[in-house]
């Protein structure tokens, strides 16, 4: 176990202090030392493969690929060592450090070994195994050759280099008809064997899961810098004739990356930004191209129009790469979007155009939820709306939601800045695609934010509503206790005081003046009593007690104008048969004083859950609620029930005054 955790600590031990040690001797050979660039690119790639394999060789101890880059960085880092060795100790200062030869026949011989912990690495990727049992064989043809290869080169008569042709190798040199031939079949098999190891990537890819999958596009990823190194080192070249810091970084970058990408498909560390990455990276690309190209064309023209030497073709070619900058960038995502990423592609159309419908307003943004789900091609996504004010997330109705669903789903949340704005529920297989859900919330961020606007709105008006009526019905309530405490109290008492006062006069002789005083009294007193019913009958009808149609006959009959009423048996909430009777009382009242009419039509009746007063004359009409007016007064006690109140009244047709009040179906 101690074995497991010391050597690769020792393996990246050994490969920091060669880096470092082939620093010095590359600086003490001077002129006859590499270039600073090839020093860099050597130190990079050792560091990065023993880095990552340290990593994985401590934490994934069962997967010998973190082993396998320990070994890769150690078989880069004594070539790294032997080149500035050699040419320190044979040319710079001949024999002042011992092995020069060795040094020299590494350098120069030992090229095959670079190959093997990379064949290695592709045949066993990611797991740590090979694809199938079949496939042994095809190890052991790539150990047998990279093996067999690596000896022969380093035994065959060749000719070194042309500064190192005076050095003589200190192993026996076999001649060209004694390694030729073997030569040809270990070349052949180590060229077979990285085919074979390119082809089981192929192979994992057909047949992999979509973690697998994943793993593998890192590697093929990081792969595809190796080719862009080239291109780069090429295309330098030929501009500028000589390699330069463009190649430096771009070879740098290759060697580097890959080891990274290997540890982050083997560790499964943000795994799934790769398919983000190879978007990106797919857009920036044709981005450039298409700079360069609008900045060539553009100072190019203007240079064979006004001259080479003049700044203004170089000013105008950078002011149209900037000019076309974003609109450039939007098209190349599209394009990149369409041909490698179609879900996201057809996702952020359908919220294109569920925004274009937003804007001409045929959608509503509470829909929003539902576009999502079809957007990510997830069924099951929800989208709760949170409400800061209230500490809870609701749902699109505004329904109160105390406890996310959190059975088997994921949950990703929507922010504006520091602002919370939603929680999307949603299927946890979604998340291995996070640039497609993160792209789809990002389209849908205004929306989401318009609808969560509208759902606070929404939920303040009905609290609103609900106050109202609250207050309203609290009014009711204490207008019928007064009822009550006037028909139970004092106008009982007044009735009880009439009668004895009745009783007293029949007392006394008829005719007599205290007969007569006290007569007048009984009358004062039935005054008071009948003022008292008129109060009691003011603060809530008493014919409600019999049903809402009783009292408005009986409001009916008591009217100074002809009333036909046609009302439903039907009994109704206190509250609402009480706002009805209002409403009927203050129109008919209205149809006298101010109508000239010669008939009203009274109906209620209750339809689709809703109770509908009408009340109906063949006035002069032109009515209009104002400020202040009995209809102002009707249609805020209608609106405080959660109803409302219409008044159609054309000048000379007569006035329809309607109000609808909810009521349970």
């Not at 057909?206 to 291109?231: D, F, H, I, N, T």
């Amino acid at each position: 176990m101690r074995v497991r955790w010391i050597a690769p600590w020792l393996a990246v031990g050994l490969t920091v202090a060669g880096v470092a040690f082939g620093v010095v001797l590359n600086d003490l050979a001077g002129s006859h030392g590499e270039d600073s660039w090839t020093a860099v690119a050597w130190a990079a790639a050792a560091l990065a493969s023993s880095g990552v394999g340290l990593v994985l060789a401590t934490r994934r101890a069962g997967n010998p690929i973190g082993w396998l880059l320990l070994a890769n960085g150690l078989v880069l880092t004594v070539h790294y060592v032997a080149t500035p060795y050699a040419d320190y100790a044979v040319l710079a200062e001949p024999d002042a450090l011992p092995g020069g030869e060795w040094a020299v026949l590494i350098h120069e011989r030992a090229w095959p070994t670079l190959f093997i912990c990379v064949a290695a690495i592709a045949l066993v990727f990611p797991d740590g195994r090979l694809p199938s049992p079949r496939w042994r064989r095809v190890a052991i043809l790539a150990t047998v050759s990279f093996a067999g290869l690596t000896v022969v080169s380093l035994l065959a008569a060749e000719r070194y280099s042309e500064k190192f042709d005076h050095v003589s190798s200190p192993l026996p040199e076999l001649s060209e008809a004694v390694v030729g031939l073997p030569f040809v079949l270990f070349g052949l098999g180590a060229l077979a064997s990285l085919v074979a190891a390119a082809l089981a990537l192929r192979v994992r890819m057909k047949r992999a899961s979509l973690v697998e999958r994943l793993q593998l596009r890192w590697l093929g990823y990081a792969a595809m810098l190796v080719p862009a190194a080239v291109v780069t080192s090429v295309v330098e070249g030929a501009v500028t004739g000589g390699d330069g810091a463009a190649t430096v970084i771009a070879t740098t970058l290759a060697l580097t990356l890959i080891p990274i990408a290997i540890g982050v498909a083997v560790m499964r560390y943000r795994l799934y930004d790769i398919d983000r990455l190879i978007n990106r990276t797919l857009v920036y690309v044709l981005l450039t191209a298409g700079l360069a190209a609008v900045f060539a064309a553009v100072s190019l023209s203007l240079g064979v129009a006004i001259g080479s030497g003049s700044t203004l073709a170089t000013a105008a070619g950078t002011l149209a790469v900037a000019l076309v900058f974003g609109p450039l960038r939007s098209r190349a995502q599209v394009l990149v979007d369409r041909r490698f990423d179609r879900a996201r592609y057809e996702g952020l159309r359908r919220i294109g155009r569920f925004l274009e419908d937003l804007r001409s307003g045929r959608a509503a943004p509470e829909a929003i939820g539902q576009v999502m789900a079809e957007a990510t091609g997830d069924p099951s996504l929800e989208l709760f709306f949170w409400l800061p004010a209230e500490q809870l997330h609701v749902d699109a109705s505004g329904r109160a939601v105390n406890q996310l669903p959190d059975t088997d789903r994921a949950r990703t949340p929507v922010n504006r800045g520091q602002l919370h704005l939603a929680t999307v529920v949603h299927d946890p297989r979604l998340a291995e695609r996070p640039d497609l859900l993160d792209s789809v919330i990002e389209g849908a961020g205004l929306a989401i934010e318009i609808g969560r606007l509208r759902v606070e709105v929404r939920r303040r008006l009905a609290e609103v509503e609900e106050s109202r009526a609250r207050i309203v019905t609290a009014g009711y309530e204490e207008r019928r206790r007064l009822e009550r405490d006037i028909h139970d109290g004092a106008q009982q008492r007044l009735v009880s005081i009439g009668l004895a006062l009745r009783h007293v006069q029949a007392r006394l002789p008829e005719g007599s003046p205290e007969a007569a005083e006290l007569d007048t009294t009984v009358t004062v007193v039935s005054e008071a009593i009948e003022e008292l019913r008129e109060l009691a009958r003011g603060v809530r009808p008493a014919g409600l007690d019999d049903g809402l149609a009783p009292a408005l006959r009986q409001l009916a009959s008591r009217a100074s104008l002809p009333t036909r009423v046609d009302a439903t048996d039907d009994r109704f909430d206190d509250g609402l048969e009480t706002a009805a009777y209002f409403v009927a009382s203050e129109a008919l009242a209205n149809a006298a004083k101010h109508a000239r009419a010669t008939r009203v039509d009274l109906t209620a009746a209750r339809r689709d859950g809703w109770l509908v007063v009408s009340v109906s004359d063949d006035g002069v009409g032109g009515a209009r609620p104002s400020e202040g007016s009995g209809l102002a007064g009707m249609t805020d006690r209608v609106a405080a029930l959660g109803g409302r109140l219409d008044v159609e009244s054309p000048p000379g047709a007569g006035t329809t005054v309607t109000a609808e009040l909810p009521c349970a179906s």
